[in-house]
């Protein structure tokens, strides 16, 4: 069974950074073997798509009103992705998901097969 862990939320004020973490365990799971990503939901949202990271260097995928502010990456030998955040904005305040699939990078949530249970991000002016 797959389990995914968050972790690196909090409060903090506008324009100011904070870095998630997700952390992947069980049998025979490795993120090297898997595309990972980040989604959120705002209060009253749908998810959404933040950002997705694939198989090979380089592969990354971001939200329009998330580029050049937010950056994901993967460490492999720790099974951990990561979600910098920075230059944060009210409107990011979400909950945050990890995801996992074993194809390519895809916006709609509803394509990933394993998640997180989330972590709290709550940006204020």
């Known amino acids: 069974q797959v389990q995914l862990v968050e972790s690196g939320g909090g409060s903090v004020q506008a324009g100011n950074s904070l870095r998630l973490s997700c952390t992947a365990s069980g049998f025979y799971f490795t993120i090297r073997n898997h595309v990972m990503a980040w989604f959120r939901r705002a209060p009253g949202r749908e998810r959404e798509f933040v950002a997705g990271?694939?198989?090979?260097?380089?592969?990354?995928d971001y939200a329009d009103f998330v580029k050049g502010r937010f950056t994901i990456s993967r460490d492999n030998a720790r099974n951990t992705v990561y979600l910098q955040m920075n230059s944060l904005e009210v409107e990011d305040t979400a909950v945050y998901y990890c995801?996992?699939?074993?194809?390519?990078?895809?916006?709609?949530?509803?394509?990933?097969?394993?998640w997180g249970q989330g972590t709290q991000v709550t940006v204020s002016s």
């Open positions: 995801a996992a699939r074993a194809q390519k990078v895809v916006f709609n949530p509803g394509l990933y097969d394993d």
């Open positions: 990271i694939g198989w090979t260097v380089g592969s990354t």
